[in-house]
């Protein structure tokens, strides 16, 4: 895949031009009003790119407030494809991380989006980007972490190597520095065990060779 020409800034703008940003907030608590098969079933080594992605969502800690980040990862490569930072815990903020993951990689073939039953990921708007774009849903267990181990793995690794050595002032400056470990050091520095000790760059550019 060649690299986009457009700023990670530029790319923002697209995605919520095309989304919008008036979006009804979520209940998050109560049983899931829809509830999908666990399709992509563990484990998660998958054969080629864009074949199943997953996502999922966790919170940042600044010191004014906390900032809310939505991430899709590629199965294959474990490289993060769309990412999103919002103040708010709704479904926009999943949607445009997996708006950008889509706009970025424009899969040819149904892709599998694997999620956990977090209200975002079951309302009606979810549903129905999903349908537009030809993706189809996977959803782990309810109560089972490990069914989406991949993107809690993420997560962790962020955490550990970003958020928690530094004390954001604000959603902006948090903003600014995860998303420079996601879009460089991440992608192109971090590697992985089932890559062969290949980052995701790496082992996505090995792959079309």
Not at 4 to 25: C, H, M, N, W, Y
Not at 85 to 101: F, Y
Request: charged residues 25%.
């Amino acid at each position: 895949m060649k690299a986009s020409k457009f700023t990670e800034a530029q790319i923002a703008f697209v995605l919520k031009a095309q989304i919008g940003d008036k979006r009804r907030p979520v209940s998050h608590s109560g049983k899931p009003s829809v509830v999908v098969d666990d399709t992509l079933a563990r484990p998660f080594d998958v054969a080629a790119p864009d074949k199943a992605w997953v996502t999922d969502i966790t919170y940042i800690r600044t010191l004014k407030s906390f900032a809310y980040l939505a991430v899709v990862i590629d199965l294959f490569s474990r490289r993060v494809i769309g990412w999103s930072l919002q103040s708010r815990q709704t479904t926009d903020v999943v949607l445009q991380a997996l708006l950008m993951a889509v706009w970025r990689r424009k899969p040819q073939t149904k892709v599998l989006v694997h999620s956990d039953q977090g209200s975002q990921f079951t309302s009606m708007d979810w549903a129905a980007f999903l349908r537009q774009h030809n993706l189809e849903h996977s959803m782990s267990r309810r109560g089972n972490c490990h069914d989406n181990a991949v993107a809690e793995s993420y997560f962790n690794l962020l955490k550990r190597e970003r958020i928690r050595r530094k004390t954001y002032r604000n959603r902006d400056e948090a903003r600014q520095d995860v998303f420079e470990h996601i879009g460089m050091l991440y992608s192109s520095k971090h590697k992985h065990v089932r890559s062969v000790m290949m980052s995701p760059v790496e082992s996505e550019r090995q792959q079309k060779i």
